[in-house]
Nanobody, 124 residues
C-alpha cells in the first residue's frame, strides 16, 4: 500500500524559508510523477508544483514561480518543496501526491495517492 508522509511545516514570518519533505513507501517511488498541492481555509485545494520521474522537468503555479523549488531524491524515496520568500498568502495545508497513470497534470484528479498534509503558516 502506498503511503506518503509530509513533514517540515511550521509557523514562520513573511520572507522566511521552509523546506517540506514527503517520504514515500510501499511502492517504487521513481515510477511516479509527484506533485505538491495546498489548501487554505475556506478555499479549494490548488496546484503548487510538479516534477517528473527523473527530476529533470518541473512545473509551477504562477503564484509560486521563482520562490518555490520542487525536487526529488529517488534513492531516498523523498520529495521536497523548498519555499523561499514566503508570504502570508502561502499559508495553507500542503499535500504531496503521486500520479502513476496520468502524468504531467496539474489536476488533482490525476493523482492516485495523497499524504495527510503538513501545515504552513506565514505571519506578516
Amino acid at each position: 500500500q502506498v503511503q506518503l508522509v509530509e513533514s517540515g511545516g511550521g509557523v514562520v514570518q513573511a520572507g522566511d524559508s521552509l523546506r517540506l519533505s514527503c517520504v514515500s513507501s510501499g511502492h517504487t517511488f521513481s515510477v511516479y510523477f509527484m506533485g505538491w498541492f495546498r489548501q487554505a481555509p475556506g478555499k479549494e485545494r490548488e496546484f503548487v508544483a510538479l516534477i517528473n520521474r527523473q527530476g529533470s522537468w518541473t512545473h509551477y503555479a504562477d503564484s509560486v514561480k521563482g520562490r518555490f523549488t520542487i525536487a526529488r531524491d529517488n534513492t531516498k524515496n523523498t520529495l521536497y518543496l523548498q519555499m523561499d520568500s514566503l508570504k502570508p498568502e502561502d499559508s495553507a495545508l500542503y499535500y504531496c501526491a503521486a500520479a502513476g497513470t496520468v502524468i504531467g497534470s496539474i489536476s488533482q484528479s490525476s493523482y492516485d495517492y495523497w499524504g495527510q498534509g503538513t501545515q504552513v503558516t506565514v505571519s506578516s
